[in-house]
Nanobody
Framework: VQLQASGGGLVQAGESLRLSCAAS????????MGWFRQGPGKEREFVAA????????YYADAVKGRFTISRDNEKKTVYLEMNSLKPEDTAVYYC???????????????????WGQGTLVTVSS
């Protein structure tokens, strides 16, 4: 599986961006898709995730209520809609995909087997 992330850019605080992550190769209903981010001088952290064949979504507390993860199964693309952006959301955002798993902690980066190249989001105050 190869992942191509896009949609990053420079925005002002309070504005919105939508990130996309297109997957090539086979996807499975029990595979997870996640977004992580790494801000300047910070460790990589979980942002949001879903299961390709599931209905639940998962969010970090820091983005809950502002970010929305969704998918288009036909396009094999996962989106991250980011609203009310804050300067602390500035980071390189990575999408990631897992092999089929029955149980997994979607908030942990070790759950994921494939990673995209990252897209930079900069939020100015």
């Amino acid at each position: 599986v190869q992942l191509q992330a896009s949609g990053g850019g420079l925005v002002q605080a309070g504005e919105s961006l939508r990130l996309s992550c297109a997957a090539s190769g086979r996807t499975f209903p029990s595979s997870a898709m996640g977004w992580f981010r790494q801000g300047p001088g910070k460790e990589r952290e979980f942002v949001a995730a879903l299961i390709w064949g599931g209905s639940s979504t998962y969010y970090a507390d820091a983005v809950k209520g502002r970010f929305t993860i969704s998918r288009d199964n036909e396009k094999k693309t996962v989106y991250l809609e980011m609203n009310s952006l804050k300067p602390e959301d500035t980071a390189v955002y990575y999408c990631a995909s897992s092999k089929p798993r029955l149980r997994a902690d979607l908030t942990r980066d070790y759950t994921y087997d494939y990673w995209g190249q990252g897209t930079l989001v900069t939020v100015s105050s």
